[in-house]
């Protein structure tokens, strides 16, 4: 049976949570492939918000496992955090989360290193979320790191002791001082609710569970306009957030793959620094912020607001294969009269719609401007009719089959169109 992958056509926070959740009855596990608690999925569960940093986005289910691949990052102790708010909330995460013995661990010093990094990189800085990804994925290929099955051996403590010195010895290069003695508390407390939870090699679960007819949904976090390859690098996250991610970051092979299921906002949205074409600066960028609400559901940072960008989409198509597309938050549109949306890029006589043509210097994007619709106007099923062209001109432009559209947080804001 089939792997299916939803992941972010844009610079992430494209609503995949919410899709997740509502595939995830589908399938027999849900299973994160790569990035950490940078990552923030907002999921609406009978009227609650909750927001997801690491656990799969299936957790809200009684059905599926939620596993975390190898290709993912834990940070123990936002993680025991993370399971602690869904208990309080009366679920049990602890009982379906399965966690790969080859994920990488993310220790307290990871996020020091950083900040370190953000600030030696003065105006030139990433806009990291700070959540330790970047060193940690650095010490998984520089061959240093720690996984979730190291955390079964007696030598754990002391290989993670010797790590955090190490870290602590590139702190004090750079003057500043950690509390290792403290940190290795918290850290090693944490540690033990880690320990409690199902590590195993999930690839050979996987496997076995496929042939034996299983279905697995992976879920992608960031988007793919972030991706270490394909992003604007250095303003990117540091692993591969496209499709090719799922096979690697959890051990199947591509020709399980079965769907690939991209989605992406009416409009852009991106947090920290780096090109972004279609951006609006000043009161129309605000009226979009205000009106989606867009602040960072990991670090509360105002995300920077734009409009929709269709060379960009389609790049995003390609390097993915995407089968199926889900839009989300259209109902943000219908605050405006009309909206824009960017078909290609212009400069002097020279026009075009490759998204990799693009410069920041004197390339700037042509627009089409579109009718919104009327807010509320949504029911099962039907769209109303300038959404619908909208729809359909969006499909035409893609080549690719828009199938789900997002109209509000809710779980039941959601059509299927037939
Ligand atoms: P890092 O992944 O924390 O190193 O951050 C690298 C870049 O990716 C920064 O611009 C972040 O704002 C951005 N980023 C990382 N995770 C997310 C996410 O889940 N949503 C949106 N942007 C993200």
Known sequence: MPVDIVLGLQWGDEGKGK???????NYAYVARFQGGPNA???IYANGVKHILHQIPSGIF??????????????DPVALAKEIAALEDAGLAPAERLIVSDKAHLILPTHPQLDRLSEEMKGAAKIGSTLRGIRPAYQDKYGRAGLRAGDLLRADFEEKARALMRVHQELLRQADVEVDLDEMALAFLSAVDKLRSLAILPVEKLLHDELKQGKAVLAEGAQGTLLDVE????????????????????????????????GVFKAYC?????????????GVAGQQLRDAGNEYGSTTGRPRRCGWLDVPALKYAIDLNGVTRLAITKVDILSNLETFDVCTRYQDGQFATDDFTQWTPDGMAPKYETFKTWYPGDFRRHHLPPELNRFVVWLEEQTETRLHWVSSGP???????RK
């Open 19 to 25: 899709i997740v959740d509502f595939l995830s009855p």
């Open 61 to 74: 289910h009684e059905g599926p496992k939620c596993v975390v691949g190898n290709g993912a990052l834990l």
């Open 40 to 42: 923030g999925h907002t």
């Open 410 to 416: 809710e779980r039941e804001a959601l059509i299927a």
């Open 269 to 281: 949205t991106r947090v920290g620094n780096g090109p972004f074409p279609t951006e609006l600066d």
């Open 230 to 261: 394909f992003g604007a690098y250095p303003y990117v996250t540091s692993c591969a957030t496209i499709a090719g991610g799922a096979c690697t970051g959890l051990g199947v092979s591509p020709r399980r793959i079965r769907e690939i299921i």
